[in-house]
């Protein structure tokens, strides 16, 4: 391993993957790792800490992060499948059949977890986690990204985005799920058992990034790539005391109140985050030199799989669930954080050997 050097080490100037993205995986990666091992490693009479709560605070923008960028992947793919004489039909197939191929993953990997003991009911093969939403996400985007017309394109995506968060109350809160198998209703309700991860509010994520992607492959064929993702970020940083002023002074319209799960606002607040740290991530990757999150971002899906053996599995570190102190866990994190990267490298480094084709979670 020679650190962030070549072949390693994907620059912002590489045409065929766009860094700034990388560094937003990388950035969610981070969150990730952060949030899991806190919450796997720390002790019950250390969770009530002022450190625990923090970590716990940024638990809440990993998946989001994820899946605004795997949107603005997807449809950057689509836009440049189009500029090489793809028709609609076709974007639309090869769309569809990404979020079939991260589907199998997510079963795939659910099938692995429950060989390592990370869970324990053969229940769980069908729990409704990230890359199912990713990939049922991908499913529903894909739809819009197969509409023939520009307009029609960034219409749908933002339709889909607003139609998911303003019908999320009336998703999570009715009756009517009770009927239905757990494992189906897990995709529409987060009140259901092994279900942390519905598509409502969670595919709205995903359309916002696919709106901007579509309007970002239009301002990159112009040469205005910096300035709309900085119009971009800033609409982001306004739509975050909007959110709140509209959450505290509108009046009530759905029959149940829940500002952190089902809330219009906090979907809204969320992206409006998202867009903010998505300014940060172009901006950073305009700076030289080699870049860890950037690196951790080209491999997200390797480092998806192995963070959670080492956290939740019984074969590395079994031992540590429950028995850290937060201080202690903390130093586990940095660790974890450094094995990770230290396997990105490897991977990236690494010609011909075994392949994850985390590619075919995030294109670019």
């Given at each position: 391993?020679?650190?962030?050097?070549?072949?390693?080490?994907?620059?912002?100037?590489r045409?065929?993957?766009l860094g700034?993205?990388?560094?937003?995986?990388?950035?969610?990666?981070?969150?990730?790792?952060?949030?899991?091992?806190?919450?796997a490693?720390?002790?019950?009479?250390?969770?009530?800490t002022?450190?625990?709560?923090?970590?716990?605070?940024?638990g809440?923008?990993?998946?989001?992060l994820?899946?605004?960028v795997?949107?603005?992947?997807?449809?950057?793919v689509?836009e440049?499948?189009?500029?090489?004489?793809?028709?609609?039909?076709?974007v639309?197939?090869?769309?569809?059949?990404?979020?079939?191929?991260v589907?199998?993953?997510a079963?795939?990997?659910r099938?692995?977890?429950?060989?390592?003991?990370?869970?324990?009911?053969?229940?769980?093969?069908l729990?409704?986690d990230?890359?199912?939403?990713?990939?049922?996400?991908?499913?529903l985007?894909?739809?819009?990204?197969?509409?023939?017309?520009?307009?029609?394109?960034?219409?749908?995506?933002?339709?889909?985005?607003?139609?998911?968060?303003?019908?999320?109350?009336l998703?999570?809160?009715?009756s009517?799920?009770?009927?239905?198998?757990?494992p189906?209703?897990?995709?529409?309700?987060?009140?259901?058992?092994d279900?942390p991860?519905?598509?409502?509010?969670?595919?709205?994520?995903m359309?916002?990034g696919?709106?901007?992607?579509?309007?970002?492959?239009h301002?990159?064929?112009?040469?205005?790539?910096?300035?709309?993702?900085?119009?971009?970020?800033?609409?982001?940083a306004?739509?975050?005391?909007i959110?709140?002023?509209?959450?505290?002074h509108?009046?009530?319209?759905?029959?149940?109140?829940?500002?952190?799960?089902?809330?219009?606002?906090?979907?809204v607040?969320?992206?409006?985050?998202?867009?903010?740290?998505?300014?940060l991530?172009?901006l950073?990757?305009?700076?030289?030199?080699?870049?860890?999150?950037?690196?951790?971002?080209?491999?997200?899906?390797?480092?998806?799989?192995?963070?959670?053996e080492?956290?939740?599995?019984?074969?590395?570190?079994?031992?540590?669930?429950?028995?850290?102190?937060?201080?202690?866990?903390?130093?586990?994190?940095?660790?974890?954080?450094?094995?990770?990267?230290?396997?990105?490298?490897?991977?990236?480094?690494?010609?011909?050997?075994?392949r994850?084709?985390?590619?075919?979670?995030a294109?670019?």
């Open positions: 391993m020679t650190g962030f050097g070549r072949p390693g080490y994907a620059g912002p100037s045409a065929s993957r700034y993205l990388d560094w937003a995986r990388g950035l969610a990666v981070l969150l990730m790792i952060n949030t899991h091992a806190f919450s490693w720390t002790a019950a009479e250390d969770r009530a002022r450190l625990f709560g923090v970590a716990r605070l940024f809440g923008y990993p998946a989001p994820f899946l605004f795997a949107g603005v992947s997807a449809a950057l689509a440049k499948e189009r500029t090489k004489g793809m028709d609609s039909r076709e639309r197939r090869r769309a569809r059949r990404h979020g079939l191929t589907l199998g993953y079963f795939v990997f099938l692995a977890m429950l060989a390592s003991g990370g869970f324990g009911r053969a229940a769980d093969l729990r409704v990230v890359l199912n939403c990713i990939a049922v996400s991908l499913l985007v894909a739809c819009a990204l197969g509409r023939p017309s520009p307009t029609g394109r960034l219409v749908a995506a933002l339709g889909l985005g607003a139609g998911v968060a303003l019908l999320t109350p998703a999570w809160d009715p009517w799920w009770r009927e239905w198998p757990v189906l209703a897990g995709y529409f309700t987060g009140r259901v058992p279900a991860f519905p598509l409502f509010p969670w595919t709205a994520f359309a916002l696919a709106a901007c992607g579509l309007v970002l492959a301002a990159r064929a112009r040469g205005r790539e910096a300035a709309t993702i900085g119009l971009m970020a800033a609409a982001g306004a739509a975050i005391p959110a709140l002023w509209v959450d505290r509108a009046p009530a319209v759905y029959p149940a109140y829940d500002f952190w799960h089902t809330s219009p606002s906090y979907v607040l969320k992206g409006g985050v998202l867009l903010v740290l998505f300014g991530a172009f950073l990757d305009r700076v030289p030199g080699p870049s860890a999150l950037r690196q951790l971002g080209r491999t997200s899906l390797l480092v998806y799989w192995a963070h959670l080492i956290v939740y599995g019984k074969w590395i570190a079994p031992g540590l669930r429950g028995g850290l102190s937060v201080r202690e866990a903390g130093v586990g994190v940095v660790v974890l954080v450094l094995t990770m990267l230290a396997l990105s490298l490897a991977r990236t480094q690494a010609h011909g050997g075994w994850l084709r985390e590619d075919e979670l294109k670019a």
